[in-house]
């Protein structure tokens, strides 16, 4: 069995060029400086790995990474130093960890700043997503906790949306209050998530004394979605005449046609999505449809046919999946290969192949 992603390496790899060059412009620094590549979770569905040779290509100083568990993957396929994003969970009775020159941990308490005394550590400041980091309020307390690590800057995880108070905003409001409260000294780095280029290169322009690091994943590697398509390949194909029973719920073939068994399940992530933010009525409109026709007992699958999206036979089996062909479509021949549309941050592959 075989759920397979094609990465069409020289186009891939261009794309992540253009982010870094353009990041590095935007940021006012040279070369790789500004841009901070985020690998995390499922490798947004490339692999940690892969995604690690990628960033020795790019010849980047510091990577992020999602947790701590994540960082030997990573270090294993690259000399940059880590960032870890989640920020350090001090546990009761649980003694300071080792310190790692090339591991830089994320704080959002001041217990976390005392258990990591003598670390490199970033400081994250809350934002309007309200998910960590010290608020306006709990800056004073930081004071005179800073000098028992070694700071290596400040961070801000922005919205992805400009709703109420624009994501530059909280920028130029976050550098304001450390330079007001003497938190960062004369010079200070910054790391900011989910910054256009355009917002970036603003906050460089006023803020010259002030480093700033760009931590990008989606638009990084996922930027150019023609660079890559994965496919599930054919491994049975069943012809059924209306009536016939197929499946493990046994549903009767509402008229003639084919069951084609593809490789491609929920162990793979197929079928599997976060829940919409239903930003839009067209939006709402749409989830809404096929959330009634799953309640009739139809789903659509992600797998295309003579370049159609196909209706699941039922739903799908671990590692494969069962789709339904009327009479009329062209039936693929075992061993070809369908190409799925994949939400690729949930999906996992049993092989990744990168060309060039």
Request: hydrophobic fraction near 45%.
């Amino acid at each position: 069995m075989t759920f397979s992603l094609y990465v069409d390496g020289p186009r891939w790899r261009a794309h992540a060029d253009e982010v870094l060059a353009a990041t590095a412009r935007s940021a006012g620094s040279g070369a790789a400086a500004g841009l901070v590549p985020v690998v995390k979770g499922n490798g947004y569905g490339f692999g940690c790995g892969v995604l690690g040779r990628e960033v020795t290509r790019l010849g980047v100083d510091t990577v992020a990474v999602g947790q701590l568990e994540e960082v030997a993957e990573v270090r294993a396929q690259c000399g940059a130093d880590v960032l870890v994003l989640a920020p350090y969970l001090p546990l009761d009775g649980a003694g300071a960890p080792d310190a790692d020159e090339h591991v830089i941990r994320t704080v959002d308490t001041v217990a976390a700043l005392r258990a990591l005394s003598g670390h490199r550590v970033v400081v994250e400041l809350a934002t309007s997503m309200h998910r960590f980091g010290f608020t306006d309020g709990e800056l004073p307390a930081l004071a005179g906790e800073l000098g028992q690590v070694r700071l290596e800057g400040f961070a801000l995880h922005l919205p992805l949306v400009g709703a109420g108070l624009p994501p530059v905003a909280q920028v130029e409001g976050a550098v304001s209050k450390l330079e007001r409260t003497g938190l960062a000294g004369t010079g200070f780095t910054l790391w900011v998530s989910h910054l256009p280029d355009a917002e970036l290169e603003q906050v460089a322009a006023a803020h010259p004394q002030v480093r700033l690091r760009s931590r990008v994943g989606t638009r990084l590697w996922l930027g150019d979605p023609g660079a890559f398509q994965a496919k599930g390949t054919v491994l049975a194909v069943h012809r059924l005449a209306r009536g016939q029973r197929y499946g493990y719920w046994q549903r009767r073939a509402r008229r003639a046609g084919a069951v084609v068994v593809v490789a491609g399940g929920t162990c793979h992530g197929v079928a599997l999505q976060a829940p919409t933010p239903a930003a839009g009525a067209g939006q709402r409109v749409r989830t809404l449809a096929y959330g009634g026709l799953e309640a009739a007992g139809r789903a659509l699958s992600p797998f295309r046919v003579d370049g159609t999206r196909r209706w699941f036979a039922e739903p799908p089996h671990m590692q494969l999946s069962m789709i339904w062909l009327p009479d009329g479509v062209t039936v693929p021949a075992v061993g070809s290969e369908l190409d799925v549309d994949v939400r690729m941050t949930t999906c996992v592959f049993d092989r990744v192949v990168v060309s060039g």
